[in-house]
């Protein structure tokens, strides 16, 4: 798992108990994957699709930082398909975890369009793959 993107968590970024509150926490995960999409496809005409169960593991506090992993797992006719992990940077304690999150490629009326990626050419790296 290749961990693309850190967050420092600030007092904004809290819920009522004083940790990190899940809705910031997947805002971050979802638009890190839809970079990562899109530059996997090669376009920015990408939505998401399908989030699978998530794993709250842990929380973070304020002051942590916290960093975002995605991890390549397939490839469809308009979907790319990866996991996510989130860690503490320091501690490396898993906050979250997602096994899949699926993107899909689409075209100016929304409407799914084939991408026409294969795993081969992806320009996936070892830590991508």
């Known amino acids: 798992m290749k961990f693309y993107s850190r967050k420092l968590i600030k007092p904004g970024d809290l819920n009522a108990n004083n940790t990190l509150f899940g809705g910031s926490l997947l805002k971050w995960i979802d638009e890190e994957a839809g970079i990562y999409a899109m530059t996997k496809l090669d376009t920015k005409k990408v939505v998401t699709k399908f989030i699978s169960e998530i794993n709250f593991v842990s929380s973070a506090k304020q002051g942590d930082v916290i960093e975002i992993g995605l991890e390549f797992q397939s490839i ?7 996991s996510c992990m989130v860690r503490n940077t320091f501690t490396k304690k898993v906050i979250i975890s997602i096994d899949t999150i699926v993107f899909v ?3 100016d009326n929304e409407k799914p369009l084939p991408h026409g990626k294969t795993k081969e050419n992806l320009n996936l790296t070892k830590q991508d793959s």
């Open 105 to 107: 490629r689409i075209d």
């Open 76 to 82: 469809g006719r308009t979907s790319i398909t990866f």
